[in-house]
């Protein structure tokens, strides 16, 4: 029992939907993932790539065509692994005519939750999610962003070891991105696991622990992120205005050169931080502005391109 | 933990031993053994409820929270109101029509108050019972409950009992605004009705009045669950239009068992195939038919308790058999 | 266990409950039927009628407890019409005929339209035709209103009101003897009034059966030793009719005729003195004197059509044309039927 355990796992989870009579069309194919317990999983991929189905599969709202998983343990869709669970649906949706804390005290209730200790949950949670000042709204008069604060809430109310997330931060101010991203990341350092699907990569890419990328049905590459990211170990330089004469200075000491962007960076590559560094002093010393200094770590939303394009390919 | 397996595992041995007793029972009401049919057949029912209740333990406060929540929801709806006022106004109504006899006045108060009723509860429970979990699912606001430890069965149940609550109380509010209306009237009509010796009195056909009211509760139930239960498979409109059809369907029911047990040649000869027919149907229509007293209405008899209880019965028998179909059907239903 | 299997496994349970729900089924069924709150219109009744009639019995029925409000209505209808007078004027009834028509079909165990329409015929609109001396009129219209009451009867089997109904416009007013006695008797199996029996006795006095009458006064008396109109008829019937009646069966023709004539000639005009001299005649085979004695019956008494149909049926019987002012010539009455649901055989003694 001391070895991490394994939150959810699956094995070539297919989901075909049917399409008119005779229609198919692949939701999500032959999906083998493990998601360790206490890590953040970032499930990313284009539009209709298949998170939202991969997600309902594993809530069992959707029934496998083929494949099987295990959440907490538990066959999917079993009751029993639902009292452990947090769900926050994308676009969430609720009773219209109920304000936020009769609404979590509905759910609160289905959890069995009551009394003293719920109300005190819930005053917890809208302070949480920042709500607390607008709990009297009623649903039908809330924001887009305020419904998905006041889904977080209902989605924690039982404290749960699993909490699923289909694009937590769409609509979301950026305060309230950011507050999103705390939550998450509390829940990680409390050993909770968290399951996100985005395609807000920016977001995903400092948050999670691990990541696999889908697209079009088909799981294209998962990972840790560290693994994902850092093709080479390498270390970059992005530098504005680099003159030609700067580069052949540097010419025995860089690996590679991407040339500059619509934005004029150029980003110069080299084999260690010492390099780096070097490459970064010269580029200065002749009137260039170094932007950074760093890991030649990829961008999460370049690795995306690379695998998405390159199924565009075939 | 061991020890829970093992009470689980005694548990579902019952549950399948209660469920092989049931299926002999029911086979001994087939063969109707000693003219026991009711007795076995109920028994079997019983059993298999219990069975079911084992096997499934039902979580009866997420049924509660569901139903509840589903009460103070359909509250709101608007077309309840505007249905409950209307209802109101025809009850009222009832009494301003005045004919030559006051045999034919106090008939006309029954039917059209009773109508109204009846016509009222039907709409509301046609069209709640048809949009709760069509709703729910449109909305989407199906996923966060599921994906809570509600399970679907309770769901359905919930919704059920909460719609079945709502149409009661609607039922209540006009069932009270009749029964005063029938106090203010009656007893003058009544009276010229005995001064001119027919045998009646008023308490009898005020009991005859809530009676009836109570068994429109019941029809309700029967009407709600097969919209329910449509609902969990096809669309709200097609489930609303199929209950409406089946209610006016089940009044028929009677004819079809005519027509299925109809023998004599010298009268009419009927094609087998349109009696096996009518059989089918007869036994697959739910007896709408049943809760109407107004025979008994008009003549001023005494409506028998027994009968009341039996009527009552079946209609939640049959309701809950609906929904354990509902149940079966939105388990297998996708989101 | 797969789901697939789940799922066969609770339909199975599902069907299992509804075959053992099926015997409770039957119960309220049976007995709906057996205490009357369900009074389906036998398929026997839905053979016999017009297409236009079935889509009202079954839309009536279909309504189930609906239909109740709708034939409300039409009734309200019909008594605006009744009260605008549309409804009596002659030969203008087509709209109340139709109104009246559908409230019976709609509802027909609602007993007040048949009795209604039975008793605005044979009485309201036959009245009016008498008033205007159109009797072949007045005989359709009395006709018209049986016909109401006896279909009405057919649905309501198991009720006394529409027999009575019937018993007496054919005592009243088709003055039809033998019909009248039988539906009188037919509610004798139902809690009837205590004069019951007495209107059979009147029935068969008139006709004459002066036996039958007798037992059914004797009966009266055994009923109610108080009853001094059954007495004062046997004591009457004893006196002058009964010797009569004795002497005819035994063969002694002419002694009863004499003994019949005693009385006639005190009240030359009494009705049950010419029927009872009638049958003597018919009786004797002199069928001739039997059709004048009818005939002088039909035309000095107010309308007889008892003693009318008898001059029709001799006439037949004879080979001549019956008499130009015998205009009243019924197509036979309305058969009583025996619909599903009604009781046993009907009681054809006193007592029985
Ligand atoms: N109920 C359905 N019936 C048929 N096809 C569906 C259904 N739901 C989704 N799909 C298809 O399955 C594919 C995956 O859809 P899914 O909703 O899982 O995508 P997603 O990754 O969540 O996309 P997004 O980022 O837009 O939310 C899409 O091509 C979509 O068209
Ligand atoms: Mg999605």
């Given at each position: 029992m001391g070895e991490i355990g394994i939150a959810i796992r699956t094995e070539g989870l297919t989901k075909v939907y049917r399409i008119g009579i005779r229609g198919t069309h692949v939701g999500i194919g032959d999906l083998t993932v493990e998601v360790p317990e206490g890590e953040i999983y970032g499930l990313v991929g284009p539009n209709g790539a298949g998170k939202t189905t991969t997600l309902k599969l594993l809530l069992g709202l959707l029934f496998p065509t083929s494949g099987s998983g295990e959440v907490l343990g538990l066959p999917l869709g079993s009751p029993d692994y639902k009292a452990r669970i947090g769900y926050v649906p994308d676009g969430p949706y609720f009773y219209d005519h109920l304000n936020a804390p009769e609404l979590l005290r509905f759910y609160g209730a289905?959890?069995?939750?009551?009394?003293?200790?719920l109300e005190q949950r819930i005053?917890?949670?809208?302070?949480?999610?920042?709500?607390?000042?607008?709990?009297?709204?009623?649903?039908?008069?809330?924001?887009?962003?305020?419904?998905?604060?006041?889904?977080?809430?209902?989605?924690?109310?039982?404290?749960?070891?699993?909490?699923?997330?289909?694009?937590?931060?769409?609509?979301?101010?950026?305060?309230?991105?950011?507050?999103?991203?705390n939550i998450v990341l509390d829940l990680r350092q409390r050993g909770k696991t968290v399951f996100l699907c985005s395609h807000l990569l920016k977001d995903m890419e400092p948050m999670c622990d691990r990541v696999a990328i889908v697209s079009r049905g088909a799981l294209k590459l998962t990972g840790p992120i560290d693994e994902v990211l850092q093709a080479g170990a390498g270390y970059r330089v992005r530098a504005t205005g680099v003159s030609p004469e700067t580069r052949r200075k540097i010419e025995a000491v860089v690996t590679g050169i991407v040339e500059p962007d619509a934005d004029g960076v150029a980003v110069l590559k080299a084999a260690d931080q010492k390099r780096a560094l070097e490459v970064a002093n010269t580029a200065a010393g002749d009137g260039a502005q170094v932007l950074e200094v760093g890991p030649d770590r990829r961008t999460l939303e370049e690795v995306f391109i690379d695998v998405v394009e390159g199924q565009a390919g075939d | 933990m061991d020890k829970k397996r093992g009470a689980g595992v005694a548990a579902r041995s019952l549950a399948i031993m209660l469920l092989l007793v049931a299926i002999g029972l029911v086979a001994l009401a087939v063969l109707n053994l000693q003219g026991l049919r009711l007795l076995f057949g109920s028994l079997a029912l019983l059993l298999v409820g219990i069975a079911a209740a084992i096997l499934l333990q039902p979580n009866f406060r997420a049924i509660y929270r569901v139903?509840?929540?589903?009460?103070?929801?359909?509250?709101?709806?608007?077309?309840?109101n505007v249905i409950l006022i209307f209802a109101v106004i025809l009850v009222g109504l009832s009494s301003f029509f005045a004919t030559l006899s006051p045999s034919a006045e106090l008939n006309m108060l029954l039917d059209i108050g009773l109508?109204?009723?009846r016509l009222c509860g039907m709409l509301i429970a046609v069209f709640l019972g048809a949009r709760l979990i069509a709703d729910e699912v449109d909305k989407k606001t199906v996923d966060v409950i599921l994906a809570k430890p509600v399970r679907r069965a309770e769901f359905v149940i919930g919704k059920f009992l909460g719609a079945w609550i709502t149409v009661t109380c609607f039922l209540l509010v006009m069932g009270v605004a009749f029964f005063i209306v029938y106090q203010i009237k009656a007893p003058q009509l009544v009276a010229k009705m005995q001064a001119v010796g027919m045998a009646l009195s008023l308490e009898e056909t005020s009991a005859n009045v809530l009676k009836a009211t109570l068994l429109i509760l019941f029809e309700m139930m029967v009407l709600t669950s097969i919209a329910i239960t449509v609902s969990t498979f096809a669309s709200w409109i097609f489930s609303a239009v199929f209950a409406f059809t089946t209610y006016f369907a089940g009044q028929l029911s009677s004819y079809f068992h005519h027509i299925a047990t109809f023998n004599d040649k010298s009268v009419a000869i009927i094609n087998p195939s349109i009696k096996m027919f009518s059989w089918v149907i007869y036994r697959l229509l739910p007896h709408f038919e049943f809760f109407d007293i107004r025979e008994k209405l008009l003549t001023h008899d005494p409506v028998y308790w027994e009968m009341i209880g039996m009527t009552a019965g079946h209609g939640v028998l049959y309701s809950l058999v609906l929904v354990a179909l509902a149940c079966v059907f939105f388990s297998y239903r996708e989101f | 266990m797969g789901r697939r299997e789940r799922l066969f496994l609770g339909i199975f349970l599902i069907f299992l409950a509804w075959i053992a729900l099926q015997p409770m089924d039957d119960w309220v069924a049976q007995h709906r039927i057996i205490y009357g709150y369900n009074?389906?219109?036998?398929?026997?009744?839905?053979?016999?009628?017009?297409?236009?009639?079935?889509?009202?019995?079954?839309?009536?029925?279909?309504?189930?407890?609906?239909?109740?409000?709708?034939?409300?209505?039409?009734?309200?209808k019909m008594q605006r019409l009744w009260n605008e007078g549309q409804a009596s004027a002659l030969g203008r009834t087509g709209e109340a005929e139709d109104v009246m028509r559908t409230v019976t079909l709609l509802d027909p165990h609602w007993l007040e339209p048949w009795t209604f329409a039975g008793w605005h015929y044979s009485y309201n609109l036959s009245y009016e035709a008498e008033a205007a001396h159109n009797y072949a009129r007045q005989g359709e219209f009395i006709q018209r209103g049986l016909n109401y009451l006896v279909e009405g009867v057919s649905y309501n089997p198991g009720t006394y009101d529409l027999y009575f109904e019937v018993a007496w416009t054919y005592f009243d007013k088709m003055k039809e003897y033998d019909e009248a006695a039988k539906w009188a008797r037919a509610t004798l199996t139902f809690s009837h009034p205590e004069f019951i029996p007495r209107q059979i006795g009147h029935a068969y006095e008139r006709k004459p059966d002066i036996p039958q009458a007798l037992d059914w006064y004797d009966y009266c008396m055994k009923q109610n030793p108080a009853d001094n109109t059954a007495k004062g008829a046997i004591l009457t019937i004893r006196e002058r009719y009964l010797p009569a009646w004795r002497l005819m069966e035994?063969?002694?023709?002419?002694?009863?005729?004499?003994?019949?004539?005693?009385?006639?000639?005190?009240d030359p005009k009494g009705r049950i003195g010419l029927h009872l001299k009638a049958t003597i005649y018919e009786r004797k085979g002199d069928l001739q004197k039997a059709l004048e004695t009818w005939r002088y019956a039909a035309t000095s008494l107010s309308i007889n059509w008892y003693a009318e149909r008898q001059v029709a049926r001799l006439s037949a019987k004879l080979g001549v044309p019956a008499p130009a002012d015998i205009v009243f010539l019924p197509s036979g009455p309305p058969s009583l039927r025996r619909p599903t649901g009604a009781g046993g055989a009907l009681p054809t003694r006193p007592g029985q």
């Open positions: 289905l959890f069995g939750l009551t009394g003293k200790v005053a917890e949670l809208l302070e949480l999610v920042g709500m607390a000042d607008r709990a009297h709204f009623r649903v039908h008069e809330y924001s887009k962003g305020m419904r998905q604060r006041v889904a977080v809430a209902q989605a924690l109310l039982n404290d749960p070891d699993l909490i699923f997330l289909d694009e937590p931060t769409a609509g979301l101010d950026p305060m309230g991105a950011i507050q999103m991203r | 139903a509840s929540a589903t009460f103070f929801e359909a509250r709101r709806r608007r077309f309840m109508g109204s009723i | 009074r389906p219109t036998p398929i026997t009744k839905i053979v016999e009628f017009r297409p236009t009639a079935v889509t009202g019995i079954l839309a009536g029925a279909m309504l189930g407890s609906f239909r109740g409000v709708a034939a409300n209505f039409l009734w309200l035994q063969g002694k023709y002419d002694e009863a005729l004499k003994s019949t004539q005693y009385y006639l000639n005190v």
